[in-house]
């Protein structure tokens, strides 16, 4: 019937534009960045151009979004990260956040919690990419001197302040050897155990040849996710999101989306 039909569609879909800024680069990444390096040819510190470059990135985004209100929701950062700390780039988060734009930062992909802990100190992260090694307290800094107590005190802040982790299942099996290609040696089960607000995400469509549905079936199959968890899980990822509308309107959007996904969970009698 034309009703159910309706029922079938679910809500309407919704974007939002995050810009990605680089860690580092060299000039043979794009004719974009081999001008720009040159224009700093004079700056003898790379790390100062790298900051350079995301602060010209977010000074535009923000331009765009409020000059010609195309939805650009979030500033992002990725590439690698040991040697390449968050501090380098200080000053475009500082100027996202001091312009209303949410923050997301590839973190504890390649390395270990305190490319978490900078993100969430240095940046103002409001999410955060993989998050891979977040238990891993054989990778904390030298220098900590209570490694399992600074993991553990990492963990619970990211609980109490909800800071999402964006979990990339088929990109961090790709792109680590140490999980030997076995999902059962990824930290999602504990993520998951320790009340952590994740999501899952599909990190790089085209180069990992993934999407989120099958982002949601590897998850369901390799951890055997009740009901009740994939619903957080996924749920999460609407609430969390960076939507391009005034709060109000993004609570009634996601009203909607629970509504609809519970109706699939009656329909298909899913239960825990």
Request: net charge negative; hydrophobic share 35%.
């Amino acid at each position: 019937s034309d009703e159910s039909d309706e029922e079938d569609e679910g809500p309407e879909f919704r974007y939002g534009i995050i810009v990605c800024a680089m860690r580092c680069f060299t000039r043979d990444f794009s004719p974009y960045y081999e001008e720009f390096c040159s224009w700093h040819d004079y700056n003898d510190d790379p790390h100062k151009v790298y900051g350079l470059a995301s602060l010209a990135l977010v000074k535009a985004a923000v331009a765009v979004r409020d000059k010609e209100k195309i939805p650009v929701v979030a500033l992002d950062i990725a590439g690698q990260e040991d040697g390449y700390p968050a501090k380098d780039h200080v000053a475009a988060f500082d100027f996202a956040h001091k312009n209303f734009m949410r923050k997301t930062v590839h973190a504890s992909e390649g390395f270990g919690p305190d490319s978490i802990f900078q993100a969430l100190s240095d940046l103002h992260a409001d999410r955060i990419g993989h998050g891979l090694n977040l238990f891993s307290s054989s990778m904390v800094a030298e220098e900590r001197e209570h490694r399992e107590e600074f993991v553990e005190g990492l963990i619970e802040s990211m609980a109490n302040s909800r800071t999402c982790i964006e979990v990339c299942l088929s990109s961090n099996l790709q792109t680590n050897p140490d999980l030997k290609n076995d999902l059962r040696l990824h930290p999602f089960r504990k993520m998951v155990e320790r009340k952590l607000a994740v999501t899952l995400c599909s990190d790089n469509c085209t180069v990992s040849k993934t999407n989120v549905l099958r982002e949601i079936r590897l998850a369901v199959d390799s951890y055997e996710l009740t009901p009740h968890q994939l619903r957080d899980i996924v749920l999460s990822g609407f609430k969390r999101s960076f939507m391009a509308l005034p709060y109000i309107e993004k609570r009634k959007y996601n009203r909607s989306v629970i509504a609809y996904y519970d109706s699939l969970e009656k329909r298909f009698g899913l239960q825990d």
